[in-house]
Nanobody
Framework: QVQLEESGGGSVQSGGSLRLSCAAS?????MGWFRQAPGKPREPVAF???????TYVDSVKGRFTISQDNAKNTLYLQMNSLEQEDTAMYFC????????????????????WGQGTQVTVSS
């Protein structure tokens, strides 16, 4: 079992930045971020695996950066140039094994989930 705890959410104006953190109780090979806005389905954001390979959805490319500190078992999401459309609850997800490129953006791929941290971007 893996416990995941997100932190770093908050309220920020458009154009601002936030850094989310996800502390894991142990190392997992594949990790990622998802987000869910009110009334909308959960959607993928960014992913990283044990080789350091990263994947981003088009809407956040160039603005968000996913990284990890394996010594601390912590996943990060640096979010710059935030837009109102980025407002959502952000969830950290993890899986012990390597996941395929096509499946890493599916929430059903991930076995472990955090409780989420709220990000609110105002104009």
């Amino acid at each position: 079992q893996v416990q995941l705890e997100e932190s770093g959410g908050g309220s920020v104006q458009s154009g601002g930045s936030l850094r989310l953190s996800c502390a894991a109780s142990r190392y997992t090979y594949s990790m990622g971020w998802f987000r869910q806005a009110p009334g909308k389905p959960r959607e993928p954001v960014a992913f990283i695996d044990g080789t350091g390979t990263t994947t981003y959805v088009d809407s956040v490319k160039g603005r968000f950066t996913i990284s990890q500190d394996n010594a601390k078992n912590t996943l990060y999401l640096q979010m710059n140039s935030l837009e109102q459309e980025d407002t959502a609850m952000y969830f950290c997800a993890a899986h012990d094994a390597r996941v395929s490129w096509w499946s890493r953006q599916l929430s059903s791929t991930y076995k472990y989930w955090g409780q989420g941290t709220q990000v609110t971007v105002s104009s």
